[in-house]
């Protein structure tokens, strides 16, 4: 049983589907899975923010009833390969301006951005994800699991498992009505990560009265019809800021071929394109001072768990590897200097040790990767600001062997 309705969604998508999107639509398999999964994301994004709408939820179920339901059920075989028709293509069209109202042009935009794919593959996944979702429903409609309450209730309790897909900011400027109390705490924990470890009860208190105080002032502001749009933090201020303007500075997307002919969708100023202009330059040898820093990996709050948002840089640092298969690499682990030193070396380790379980399971021989995890040793930036704490928590990896 899946873990999540998004979850959910996505293992209907085989890899026969994956390939046949790719092949439709002009992208590379790692383009599809990581714009499918934020295209599905986003659109589920736009449900949550309606689920105590029961008029809305009322018109979803008659969407999926019936002979309506068999028809979406029965297109997914064919998705793939020849996108919704018919009319499945007709409530596709429907149910995106029903879901997004005007701001459907704006997730599209953002979907391009994200995926790093064209607006007409974008729009393609969006057409995609809307059978895929309500072919979930229609099997639970069928089976006599779902009514307007069941789907209300299923539908609020998904929004914390979209964070895991959409970083914050996506989610935030996706759905403005989506930016409610669970937006808000996970952006503030966000802020917080790593500063939290060495905090004392005192302070740790002090976090969970202004989670406190964000929550009343939410739901007094909900009560009235004043605009929560407004209502912000300085956490989740410093959030979206950060993100945005780490995701600006990464450039655009462009496609460009690997030695072995795998065709790869990455940004500008990535740091796949920096590895492979430092592999194919034979100028530059091999040294101990030139580190490339991962810069779109996600960790859980703390922990050195993968966030999905991770899988296409990972997916494409395997790639490049496989294509230069002489090439041998350290990953290091780094975090800043809040809390102890030994939590933060463990916790270094832990996640260097996992990016080096993710290559492998990509198809990388493990002896051809060297970890290390440093804790709070070698910063590159201050650690008495917060732009330079966030800046020293990162994953790098140096050429050793090329």
């Given at each position: ?6 979850d959910?969604v996505?293992g209907l ?13 002009g992208?590379?398999?790692a ?13 589920l ?10 008029s809305?939820?009322n ?6 009833s ?10 997914l075989?064919t998705?793939g390969?020849g996108?919704p ?13 029903m ?5 459907q042009?704006?997730?599209t935009?953002l979907l ?36 307007t309450s069941s ?7 998904e ?7 959409l970083?914050s ?15 808000r ?37 909900e009560?009235?019809n004043v605009d ?15 993100a945005?303007?780490?995701w ?20 500008q ?13 034979n100028?530059?040898p091999?040294?101990k ?6 810069d779109?990996l ?16 990972l997916?494409n ?19 800043d200097n809040t ?8 916790l270094?380790q832990e996640?260097?040790?996992?990016v ?5 399971k ?23 600001t ?17």
């Amino acid at each position: 049983m899946a873990t999540s309705l998004l979850d959910g969604v996505l293992g209907l998508v085989t890899p026969e589907m994956k390939q046949a999107l790719a092949s439709r639509l002009g992208e590379t398999p790692a383009a599809i899975q990581s714009g499918l999964g934020t295209a599905v994301a986003a659109t589920l994004g736009g449900l949550v923010s309606k689920a105590g709408d029961s008029s809305f939820l009322n018109q979803i179920l008659s969407l999926v009833s019936g002979s309506s339901g068999q028809s979406i059920l029965s297109s997914l075989s064919t998705l793939g390969s020849g996108g919704p028709s018919g009319s499945v293509s007709d409530l596709a069209s429907k149910f995106l301006p029903m879901v997004f109202g005007g701001q459907q042009s704006q997730v599209t935009n953002l979907l391009t951005q994200k995926a790093g794919i064209s607006a007409s593959s974008a729009s393609g996944l969006l057409q995609t994800a809307v059978p895929l979702i309500l072919g979930i429903f229609a099997k639970m409609h069928a089976s006599g699991s779902l009514n307007t309450s069941s789907l209300g209730s299923m539908l609020s309790a998904e929004a914390p498992n979209l964070q895991k897909y959409l970083p914050s900011v996506f989610l935030s400027n996706l759905s403005p009505s989506l930016s409610g109390v669970s937006n808000r705490v996970v952006a503030a924990e966000h802020a917080v990560e790593e500063k939290a470890k060495g905090m004392n009860w005192t302070a740790l208190l002090g976090v969970l009265v202004a989670l406190l105080v964000v929550w009343f002032v939410y739901r007094a502001l909900e009560g009235s019809n004043v605009d929560t749009k407004p209502v912000t933090t300085a956490a989740t201020d410093a959030v979206n800021s950060a993100a945005n303007s780490a995701w600006a500075a990464l450039g655009a997307f462009f496609k460009t071929k690997l030695p072995d002919g795998t065709e790869l969708n990455i940004p500008q100023f990535g740091v796949e394109n920096k590895l492979i202009q430092f592999l194919t330059d034979n100028s530059k040898p091999v040294d101990k001072d030139t580190w490339f820093d991962f810069d779109r990996l996600l960790f859980d709050t703390g922990k050195a768990t993968l966030q999905p948002a991770s899988d296409e840089q990972l997916t494409n640092v395997a790639a490049i590897l496989k294509a230069f298969p002489k090439v041998k690499i350290k990953i290091g682990g780094y975090t800043d200097n809040t809390g102890e030193a030994a939590a933060n070396l463990k916790l270094s380790q832990e996640r260097a040790d996992n990016v080096k379980a993710e290559l492998v399971k990509l198809g990388v021989a493990p002896e051809r990767l060297e970890v290390q995890g440093y804790g709070a040793d070698h910063p590159v930036a201050d650690n008495s600001t917060e732009e330079g704490r966030q800046k020293n928590r990162r994953i790098s990896l140096r050429v050793t062997e090329k």
